[in-house]
């Protein structure tokens, strides 16, 4: 009996010695956790800050390139983009390691914020990079058509953007572009061969969107180009058919204030 209550002491000896050791793990291991967060928070103030410098610092002592902040996920880069921090910009593009392709929680990639921000270098840079001009749902060649941009859409195609890339409600970039009320940008996307009868899942097309936001002269050019009888053309022919392309838009009201469409 003595020898079982020696054990049972023993035991709780050994128990209690557990969790004070348990205890003493986790007071040391908070901090670390603490002064991890404080170190993602000063990462991602720097990137607004533009600051290359300290960015480097941490980069060096191990941070990773590809770290993401909780609020809306966005990576060092990508926060870089929104911010036109382009200094930080360029240290995390070349940083080893770095993913060009994490996107936000809304689904946003770096290339696409390049696009939305209309930073032609950046978008340049990126792709020289090996960023994905192509994915699924919304692509950079939405939001360059939306912002009416054609050098970054031009540039976009030259890497082999889908021309009819579809968001998850069925929205092509033609359909950006007519719902902005950007004629140019229509019109070269259609001459490179977008298919302007294309349904989105409300059943509506790029004329739909045009029409609904007041855009008249796209409304009938777009019009016109349909009741035309169709010939598809190889890139390479469309490239030189939308150099010469007849003028089949009405002049557009270049003072009319742009409405950028909403994203599904």
């Known amino acids: 009996m003595f020898c079982i209550r020696l054990s049972s002491a023993k035991f709780s000896r050994q128990l209690r010695m557990l969790a004070m050791l348990l205890v003493l793990a986790g007071m ?31 980069l060096n002592k ?8 909780p609020k809306r996920g966005d990576s060092g880069l ?7 921090a382009m200094q930080v910009f360029k240290l995390l593009l ?4 770095v993913d060009l392709e994490i996107r936000a929680r809304n689904g ?14 950046a978008v340049e840079a990126l792709l020289k990079k090996g960023a994905e001009v192509n994915r699924e749902g919304w692509t950079a060649l939405h939001y360059a058509a939306a912002k009416g941009n054609n050098d970054i859409v031009r540039l976009l195609l ?16 033609l359909m950006m572009a007519a719902q902005g009320g950007h004629i140019y940008t229509v019109k070269l996307l259609h001459d490179m061969g977008a298919d302007a009868t294309i349904e989105d ?8 969107f ?48 742009v409405r950028l469409p909403p994203m599904d």
Do not use: C
């Open 28 to 58: 040391l291991l908070r901090p670390a956790v603490v002064r991890a967060d404080a170190t993602a928070d000063y990462y991602f103030k720097l990137v607004t800050l533009d600051n290359a410098y300290e960015i480097a610092s941490l």
């Open 94 to 97: 070349d940083a080893p390691g």
């Open 62 to 69: 191990g941070i990773s390139p590809n770290l993401t902040e």
């Open 108 to 121: 946003d990639n770096a290339l696409m914020i390049a696009a939305w921000k209309e930073n032609r270098t």
């Open 78 to 84: 990508i926060l870089a983009l929104r911010e036109e």
């Open 158 to 173: 030259d890497h082999d953007a889908d021309l009819d890339a579809t968001s998850p409600a069925g929205i092509t970039p």
């Open 201 to 208: 899942d409300h059943g509506r097309t790029a004329v739909t």
């Open 210 to 257: 045009a029409a609904r936001n007041g855009h008249n002269d796209i409304v009938v050019g777009l019009k016109h180009r349909l009741s035309r009888p169709v010939v598809r053309q190889p890139v390479r022919a469309r490239k030189s058919i939308a150099a010469k392309q007849a003028d089949d838009f009405p002049e557009p009201h270049l003072n009319e204030p």
